[in-house]
């Protein structure tokens, strides 16, 4: 195949793939959305709470966050963002930012118009659905953190997001094994599981002292060795993980086999 054939390199489609199979023409239509790449440093805020949002992001190398400020100046984290990530979604509903994104490390992002999205809806439907389906399982992982935060154990709480991370970093590197490098401090992790710092590194001490040599363990080897021991706390996390492709089929996909590499086919 010709370089004039080649379809453009695309995080975004690669993410998108994993759960369709994508033809030449909507891999060349989701290449369009990071078409104007801008490096950001760790620590950079993309968009801020309230602050007009007339662009739509992906994420095509690092890591963010996203979070809310509460009215005593506390902060809830609500989800932790990675290479292939859709943000500033909410820009096509809403004026304003109803969350602040910033950089965890030095990313780069590429912004896109609300009349791209337009465009590829229009002309792509079946894009739209899977991007739908998309946000849908976004919302059941938020939903279920928030169930976490008043239903469960700290520890839960902290073994869920980690096995959460875990997953996420895994779908783009198939070498992660059970250890592997966070990306976040323990402060940002009790922000997300309504902790203290002081009570994070309390649990990851004692799931690093049970299931890991201390020498040797990080703590996600600690709490993916320890989730054992959350019994019935992460019941509904694994639960709702295993199924959560099913609502596409009511969009003409077919799930195929779980398997580390499965994703949805075209029918």
Same mark, same amino acid.
């Given at each position: &195949? ?5 379809? @453009? ?14 033809? &030449?023409?909507?891999?060349?239509? $989701?290449? +369009?959305?990071?078409? +104007? @790449?801008?490096? /950001? ?27 809310? $400020? ?27 930012? %109803? ?14 118009? +609300? ?18 389906? &998309? ?10 953190? /928030? ?14 997001? /980690? ?55 990080? @703590? ?17 996390? $694994?639960? +709702?993980?295993?199924?959560? /492709? ?10 195929? %086999? ?10």
């Amino acid at each position: &195949m010709g370089d004039h054939h080649r379809v @453009p390199d695309s995080c975004f489609a690669e993410r998108v793939g994993d759960l369709i199979d994508l033809s &030449m023409n909507e891999r060349t239509a $989701l290449a +369009r959305l990071e078409e +104007r @790449p801008r490096d /950001l440093r760790r620590g950079a805020i993309l968009l801020r709470e309230n602050d007009p949002q007339p662009e739509l992001f992906i994420l095509q190398r690092g890591m963010a966050m996203s979070y809310v $400020l509460l009215d005593d100046g506390s902060r809830q984290i609500l989800r932790f963002l990675h290479t292939g990530d859709m943000l500033g979604v909410s820009a096509l509903v809403y004026r304003d930012s %109803p969350e602040t994104v910033v950089a965890l490390t030095d990313c780069t992002v590429c912004p896109f118009d +609300r009349s791209v999205m337009t465009a590829l809806v229009t002309d792509h439907p079946r894009l739209s659905a899977i991007i739908m389906v &998309m946000n849908q399982m976004e919302k059941v992982a938020l939903t279920d953190r /928030l169930a976490a935060l008043g239903r469960t154990s700290a520890k839960a709480r902290i073994a869920a997001l /980690l096995i959460e991370m875990h997953n996420r970093l895994r779908r783009r590197d198939q070498a992660i094994g059970n250890s592997f490098t966070l990306g976040v401090t323990q402060e940002e992790i009790g922000d997300a599981t309504g902790l203290t710092a002081v009570h994070v590194n309390r649990m990851l001490r004692q799931a690093r002292g049970r299931r890991a040599d201390p020498a040797r363990g990080q @703590p996600g080897d600690a709490a993916q060795g320890d989730a054992a021991g959350t019994g019935g706390e992460l019941h509904r996390t $694994l639960r +709702r993980a295993r199924p959560a /492709l099913a609502p596409a089929r009511a969009l003409g996909f077919a799930c195929s %086999p779980p398997s580390p590499g499965g994703g949805l086919a075209r029918e």
